[in-house]
């Protein structure tokens, strides 16, 4: 196949506006053109009385061969694999103990996948619920206020992600990102995500497609036990031997094992103390902030001016501020709505999320300020944990309930609580507690947050809006802590093989599902070399 780039059309394109763009640039005629299809579709908006879509093509020719000895500047496109079948290598021995996964989160599940694919049949424990009992939990938490501390927005089949806008954007450029966008819309994810520049699934499809993954891994041999969180791990002579289990219907489970792939997200504490005292782990960097809510109308009008017919713009800035600090916005939610993420009692956590149509009133997005190691004022792995506890539940301590502290960004900044809003009104569903923000964040996030206000007003015209919302708190962007691994996958014990977010390797859906597919390829390569 050629590739073809950099196609422009304009807003409101049809079939054939694409077919006769695309033989042009060519240089063909239609009928020499066997198949083609989009690899990749942006949205140059630079010119607000122009804007087109950008578009990358996969074309085949009938003569291909012909046409590039021709034309020199051509590019052969090598099509991507679509599919872990086509990553794994042929004759996988069959291992005396079965491999176990620790979590269902997007590393968990395509660990899992990636392992029931090869034959190897894994044994998975997830802490949650299934899919379908979670969203009963958090719809109960929304309603009730009753907290479900083992599942909840954080956790459960799918992970945290599951409960977002479904954004598969990553900082990563690896070869296995086509196998996870490919399995997911094998899953039932749309088509687009193959080639938008900013893919997303948004929840209510992520929601299908997990619950399908899973059944398949069931299907190809896989056991999946929901309610089953992992307590302990037992190891002889630096190595695991097995695991013990509490369980909602058969208490304690103990069960052997000599590799156990460990994907617990970002906010399984518990499970960070008990690791703390078994294996190695460090502190790292994270960020912390807020959720900031604009009207969505107000960001379209700012990236496309007055034109019509496009999906509901995003934005995504950066700066790096006098005071040392970076601010950056974060999972950004066109159409969606600020999320109740905590999954401890006593303390109120932000999340975005958005459905896939992204037809809801406000745009929202993490507004997140850097933290490092020097502030947490300690040198103990899990002091960044305490850190995030700490404001965590100060911003609980506002109201003394699950009302998010909420104020707009003009009250931030003249030193004020807000004593209600203006335009953007909150989409939190628990409801929110008009408030001064820095009552439950650090002086210098706050400071930072209105600097950057400030600097990314100048670069997408609006978003410092008087009447912009803050919601705090943002803390689980990231997991503070690494669990340590070496070139075999190994954490200091050997076969507790850690990856994804949680165990700091991982940054969002597609990072997670790509290091979830390496360390079961690590895994598959011990097999072969034993």
Not at 127 to 146: L, M, P, Q, W, Y
Not at 427 to 435: L, R
């Amino acid at each position: 196949m050629i590739r073809v780039e950099q196609i422009k059309l304009a807003v409101g394109y049809s079939q054939d506006d694409m077919q006769k763009a695309l033989t042009k640039a060519l240089g063909v005629r239609l009928d020499q053109v066997k198949d083609y299809c989009i690899i990749k579709k942006s949205i140059d908006s630079r010119d607000k009385r122009q804007i087109k879509y950008v578009m990358s093509f996969a074309v085949q020719l009938n003569d291909e061969k012909r046409y590039l000895a021709k034309h020199s500047n051509a590019k052969v496109y090598e099509a991507p694999i679509r599919s872990i079948n086509g990553i794994l290598p042929d004759n996988i021995p069959m291992p005396s103990k079965r491999p176990v996964v620790v979590g269902l989160g997007p590393a968990g599940l395509f660990a899992a996948l990636t392992l029931a694919k090869a034959g190897l049949r894994p044994i998975i424990f997830e802490r949650g619920k299934s899919v379908d009992e979670r969203e009963k939990s958090v719809a109960n938490f929304i309603e009730t206020h009753a907290l479900d501390t083992q599942s909840n927005l954080q956790f459960g089949e799918g992970g945290a992600g599951t409960f977002s806008d479904g954004k598969l954007n990553t900082g990563t450029n690896s070869s296995l990102i086509s196998a996870v966008f490919g399995e997911f819309v094998e899953f039932g994810a749309p088509q687009q995500i193959l080639y938008d520049s900013k893919p997303h699934i948004g929840t209510d499809k992520l929601r299908v497609v997990v619950k399908k993954m899973r059944e398949e891994i069931v299907a190809l041999g896989g056991e999946v036990y929901f309610d089953s969180q992992v307590t302990n791990i037992r190891t002889a002579s630096s190595k695991i031997i097995g695991l013990d289990i509490s369980t909602k219907d058969r208490g304690l489970w103990s069960i052997d094992c000599d590799c156990c792939i460990l994907a617990i997200g970002h906010s399984a504490r518990d499970t960070f103390e008990m690791l703390a005292q078994k294996t190695l782990m460090e502190q790292k960097p994270f960020s912390v902030g807020v959720r900031i809510e604009h009207l969505q109308k107000s960001i379209d009008r700012a990236q496309y001016g007055d034109v019509k017919g496009l999906p509901a713009a995003n934005y995504s800035l950066s700066c790096h501020l006098d005071n040392g600090r970076s601010c950056y916005t974060f999972c950004m939610c066109p159409g969606g709505y600020v999320m109740p993420a905590t999954s401890e009692e006593y303390a109120v956590v932000t999340n975005g999320m958005s459905y896939f149509a992204r037809d809801g009133i406000n745009a929202n997005s993490a507004l997140l300020v850097g933290v490092t190691p020097q502030d947490f004022k300690s040198s103990n792995p899990l002091a960044g944990v305490e850190f995030q506890r700490k404001y965590e539940r100060l911003a609980y301590g506002i109201s003394q309930s699950y009302k998010a502290p909420c104020q707009r960004l003009e009250d931030l900044q003249l030193g004020r609580a807000s004593d209600g809003f203006g335009e953007v009104k909150p989409t939190y569903p628990i409801g929110v507690t008009p408030a001064d923000l820095r009552a439950c964040l650090p002086d210098y996030v706050a400071d930072s947050i209105i600097q950057a206000a400030n600097v990314f007003d100048k670069k997408l015209k609006g978003f410092a809006d008087r009447d912009a919302l803050l919601t705090g708190v943002e803390s689980r962007s990231s997991s503070p802590v690494r669990i340590l691994r070496n070139e075999k996958g190994d954490s200091s014990i050997e076969g507790l093989m850690p990856c994804g977010e949680g165990a700091g390797y991982a940054g969002g859906i597609t990072s997670a599902s790509v290091d979830g597919i390496n360390i079961a390829l690590k895994y598959v390569s011990k097999l072969l070399l034993s």
